[in-house]
């Protein structure tokens, strides 16, 4: 998802003429990052630069699959880090909220002490700190609910299920910023080309709750509402969510302006992809 939105941008703004790249979009099954033959595989196509997209994000798949929840996220990052490092290049390393708890009354911001309270969020953090042990010059960049193209994401769930009629039970406690794959891409590029390193919180700006996230998504699409708002203790889930999701941007901020709004991103996400019904 993350991946095809980047591909995107940067075939429509290329860096500089004199640094135009050439772009490489890696899948499974030809690159497996939990393999460690993995890193002479890298080094054989000679990048200059690696964006680090591989992860396995079903949280809920984290608890109850610790073993490649882990080779995943931490071991394959490692892997990854280890080629950057054996060819003195950078890396970018896409993050996320879940490294926090949730307990903080305010927004997140970058040098806050992570304290994940699930699978995927420890090997999100451990990710992190491979990164920062083996890399010399790196983005870490945690973001958050991310929508877009080609992915399983709460925006495309929501709008197939309501198109199904079903009525559907959402969560009105956690708050955060959902984050569209062009705004993030977008961004990531604009980070690259300035060639600030460290850790950077990116997501569209402003809060919301994903019940009424959801129900202005019902809007957007005009299909009747049929969503409940309940409390996260209703949900019988395998891994627990943090409550509060919202990060704050401040490091990106010194680099360009803010994100576009999240009402803003989904109003163009969903006029370009409205169901029909």
Avoid at 45 to 52: A, D, G, K, N, W
Avoid at 121 to 127: C, F, I, R, V
Avoid at 237 to 251: E, G, V
Wanted: charged content about 20%; hydrophobic content about 35%; glycine content about 6%.
């Amino acid at each position: 998802m993350l991946g095809t939105a980047l591909v995107q941008e940067f075939n429509q703004t290329p860096l500089p003429a004199n640094r135009i790249p050439i772009i490489i979009p890696t899948d499974l099954p030809e690159l497996n990052v939990t393999q460690p033959k993995i890193i002479d595989k890298i080094i054989s196509l000679h990048p200059t630069i690696i964006i680090h997209l591989a992860a396995y994000t079903n949280v809920d798949g984290c608890e109850s699959n610790p073993e490649l929840c882990y080779s995943t996220n931490s071991m394959g990052t490692k892997n990854i880090a280890e080629a950057c490092k054996m060819l003195n290049i950078p890396m970018l390393l896409v993050s996320t909220d879940y490294v926090f708890d949730g307990t903080k009354p305010i927004p997140y911001i970058e040098w806050d002490t992570p304290n994940p309270i699930n699978i995927y969020g420890q090997t999100k953090l451990e990710a992190e700190l491979w990164v920062k042990r083996l890399v010399k010059n790196y983005w870490i960049v945690r973001t958050s609910g991310l929508y877009g193209s080609k992915g399983k994401n709460f925006v495309n769930t929501i709008i197939q299920k309501l198109k199904e009629g079903e009525e559907l039970r959402i969560v009105n406690d956690q708050i955060g910023s959902p984050t569209y794959t062009k705004d993030l891409a977008q961004a990531i590029a604009t980070l690259i080309r300035a060639n600030e390193f460290g850790t950077f919180h990116i997501t569209n700006s402003g809060w919301v709750s994903w019940f009424d996230f959801g129900s202005y998504i019902a809007n957007l699409i005009q299909i009747p509402n049929k969503l409940k708002s309940i409390d996260s203790t209703e949900l019988n889930r395998l891994s627990k969510r943090p409550k509060n999701w919202r990060l704050l941007n401040f490091m990106w901020q010194s680099v360009d302006k803010p994100l576009r709004t999240w009402q803003e991103a989904i109003d163009e996400y969903i006029g370009n992809h409205r169901p029909k019904h």
